[in-house]
């Protein structure tokens, strides 16, 4: 198996749908892996920072049942890195991002915090 195919058999990838209705009913820990002045410029609402270039698998939520971590960034490009970050920390619950990212949700005209 290539190392592509190791990550798409590890990666759940988030449609916005999902992510609307987990952060709505309180399923989907939100955590945006973007920069401090990215993140304060807009994110998705109910977002924490953790961001990539500090990145920290400590940091990120305690496994709880019933709800699921979801990473995201601008486009997907980092919250894939940070998922890998995540599992080779021994985070084998932290398993999904959101593929479109900020930049799809805002494009969408969902809401924005700042």
């Known amino acids: 198996m290539s190392g592509a195919d190791a990550q798409s058999a590890f990666v759940e990838n988030v449609s916005?749908?999902?992510?609307?209705?987990?952060?709505?009913?309180g399923s989907i820990v939100l955590v945006d892996v973007r920069e401090p002045?990215?993140?304060a410029a807009g994110h998705i609402p109910g977002a924490t920072l953790n961001a990539l270039q500090s990145f920290d698998p400590a940091k990120l939520p305690p496994p709880a049942q019933g709800r699921r971590i979801v990473l995201s960034c601008r486009s997907g490009?980092?919250?894939?890195?940070?998922?890998?970050?995540?599992?080779r920390a021994g985070?084998?619950?932290?398993?999904?991002?959101?593929?479109?990212?900020?930049?799809?949700?805002?494009?969408?005209?969902?809401?924005?915090?700042?």
Not at 16 to 25: N, Q, R, T
Not at 77 to 87: M, Q
Not at 92 to 113: N, T
């Open 77 to 87: 490009k980092r919250s894939l890195a940070a998922l890998e970050l995540a599992r």
């Open 91 to 114: 985070r084998q619950d932290v398993r999904a991002h959101f593929p479109g990212g900020f930049q799809d949700w805002a494009q969408r005209g969902e809401a924005v915090e700042r």
């Open 37 to 39: 002045n990215e993140f």
């Open 16 to 25: 916005i749908e999902e992510l609307k209705s987990g952060l709505a009913d």
